[in-house]
């Protein structure tokens, strides 16, 4: 009867007892934050959401929702951090807390504030980062990143393939503009509608003056102009 009842008491005294150690670090982490928040009970509230809840979250969270090396990495990585900063909390509260055995150093009143800061900053980085190391947005970011550089290369290549092409192409350029030139001009020939175009030949005009040699004689010279 004792046997088969012992591990199951076991089992309930550990859970009673993790149960009452947790219960007492939210306890002395609560009575840093007020010392940090002194008339804010929310952010008192909120801030165990850094240290002794986000311990928890963050285990849980390693446990069942984590893919992948990078996410498991950063979930360990982060419970151990805030299971650090809640001993150092508890630690500090301690100390603090109303007892006169231990004086208060100045740079433990200091340390609580910057271990706030960075708790913050810690568990803000980490929601972030394990959200981006997701293996299907990983996935979808490397094909991202294959297509781009596929893009990258056809549009060099297609660089390549114009200044191959440059001196034929700007040969073509030059005769579509040089036919619309002609043909505003109405200087195009009959039919001449593609390139490369044909000038027509206008008919010459000749122009006859006289030029006086010797007016005192009468003597003229007669000069013939084409045009």
């Known amino acids: 009867m004792l046997k088969s009842f012992g591990p199951t008491l076991g089992r ?4 009673v007892f993790a149960v009452a150690v947790f219960a007492l670090m939210i306890v002395l982490t609560f009575g840093a934050l007020a010392k940090i928040f ?4 929310i ?8 240290f002794d809840i986000g311990a928890v979250a963050w285990l849980v969270i390693f446990v069942s929702a984590s893919r992948g090396a990078m996410q498991r990495s950063i979930a360990i990585l982060t419970f151990i951090y805030d299971l650090l900063g809640t001993i150092g909390m508890a630690s ?3 100390i603090m807390g109303g007892q006169h055995m231990v004086a208060v150093p100045i740079w433990l009143t200091q340390g609580v504030v910057y271990l706030f800061i960075a708790s913050t900053a810690i568990n803000l980085i980490s929601v972030y980062c394990h ?3 997701a293996p299907h947005i990983t996935e979808n970011v490397r094909l991202q990143a294959q297509q781009d550089k596929l893009r990258s290369a056809a549009i060099d290549t297609a660089e390549q ?3 191959d092409m440059s001196e034929q192409l700007a040969n073509r350029l030059a005769d579509r503009h040089l036919h619309d030139a002609l ?9 001449d509608t593609n390139q490369p175009p044909t000038i027509i030949n206008l008919p010459s005009q000749t122009h ?12 003229t010279l007669e000069k013939r102009s084409a045009h």
Request: no cysteine; glycine share 10%; hydrophobic share 40%.
């Open 183 to 191: 043909l505003g001009l109405n200087l195009l020939g009959p039919g």
């Open 43 to 50: 952010k008192q509230i909120a801030g165990l959401l850094l």
């Open 131 to 133: 959200h981006i190391t």
């Open 12 to 15: 309930i005294i550990l859970s």
């Open 208 to 219: 006859t003056y006289a030029v006086d040699l010797d007016p005192t004689q009468g003597q």
């Open 38 to 41: 002194p008339n804010d009970v």
């Open 92 to 94: 500090s509260e301690a």
């Open 161 to 163: 393939k114009l200044d």
